[in-house]
Structures are given as C-alpha cells and as structure tokens.
C-alpha cells in the first residue's frame, strides 16, 4: 500500500493531541513533519506540546516552530478550554529532543519542493505557516496533493 506524504500543521491542544496520535504512526501515513504555531496558546506553548506528544508517543519526525500571530487578527489563546499550558490534564516526562533549526514556513516549502509524490497538508490550527508558505514560494501549490483542515468560525 502506498502511504500518504503529510504535513501537520498545529496549534497543539487536546484537539490536535489526537491528530498527532492518530496520523503519527499509522501505516497509511508518511508523517513528513509537523509544523507549529500559535493559536489554542502561544507558539512557545504549542510548540513545547508538539514535543512532548511526539516525545511520549515515539514518533520521530521534524517538530519546526512557526508563526507566532495570525496574519490578520491577534493572537487569541484559549487557556479557558485548553488551560494554561495548552494541554493541561497530563504531566509529561521531561523533554529530550529539541526542534527541528527549520522555520515552520521553510520546512514546509522546502519538502513540498523536494517531494518525488504530491504532499497532503493537514491544518488543524489557523493556517498560517501554510499561508504564508504558499505566499512565499507558490510552486507548492502544483505539489500538494490537498489541504485536509479542521473548520471553524470567525466572526468580525
């Protein structure tokens, strides 16, 4: 069975927690990376999440941190659903892995680019990262596969 190349994009939250256990090793999946930004907490709290999930699960991909605000609004944590920490409810062991040196945005690119298959990019945050790749380097778009997101709303 060919497997399908992901990206995930995340705020890491109880949400995407789960996003990251269910695509993370499971055998129909290439998780190529995850990339991180702000969005349920800061980027320094998603991103400490995204380890600490990819550290107790065992699953060994890139973690590369990204945009800290969304490219229109501001930044709205949601400590009150997520707590303080983003993922409050569990206390990790301690952290021994580091992230990836690649800015969220340039990792991103730069696999899509360099991939021999079309890339699915899954987004379970506000979409940033992938944003702003698509803003930098259009010739993404001909290499991703699809973009897979979780909705939600905005109101002005």
Same mark, same amino acid.
């Given at each position: 069975?060919?497997?399908?190349?992901?990206?995930?994009?995340?705020?890491?939250?109880?949400?995407?927690?789960?996003?990251?256990?269910?695509?993370?090793?499971?055998? +129909?999946?290439?998780?190529?990376?995850?990339?991180? &930004?702000?969005?349920?907490?800061?980027?320094?709290?998603?991103?400490?999440?995204?380890?600490?999930?990819?550290?107790?699960?065992?699953?060994?991909?890139?973690?590369?941190?990204?945009?800290?605000?969304?490219?229109?609004?501001? +930044?709205?944590?949601?400590?009150?659903?997520?707590? &303080?920490?983003?993922?409050?409810?569990?206390?990790?062991?301690?952290?021994?892995?580091?992230?990836?040196?690649?800015?969220?945005?340039?990792?991103?690119?730069?696999?899509?680019?360099?991939?021999? &298959?079309?890339?699915?990019?899954?987004?379970?945050?506000?979409?940033?990262?992938?944003?702003?790749?698509?803003?930098?380097?259009?010739?993404?778009?001909?290499?991703? &596969?699809?973009? +897979?997101?979780?909705?939600?709303?905005?109101?002005?």
């Amino acid at each position: 069975m060919k497997k399908r190349k992901i990206i995930l994009d995340c705020d890491p939250g109880h949400d995407d927690a789960i996003a990251i256990l269910l695509i993370g090793n499971n055998p +129909v999946f290439d998780l190529l990376g995850i990339t991180v &930004e702000s969005g349920n907490q800061t980027l320094e709290k998603t991103g400490r999440n995204a380890l600490n999930i990819v550290q107790y699960l065992g699953i060994d991909v890139p973690v590369c941190l990204g945009a800290t605000n969304p490219i229109i609004k501001e +930044v709205e944590v949601c400590d009150a659903i997520h707590g &303080e920490s983003g993922l409050d409810g569990f206390d990790f062991p301690k952290l021994n892995i580091d992230f990836d040196s690649r800015h969220a945005v340039n990792f991103m690119i730069e696999v899509i680019l360099d991939s021999k &298959e079309k890339v699915t990019v899954v987004t379970t945050g506000p979409m940033t990262n992938l944003a702003l790749a698509m803003r930098m380097e259009p010739r993404i778009l001909d290499n991703i &596969e699809e973009v +897979v997101l979780m909705g939600g709303s905005y109101q002005n």
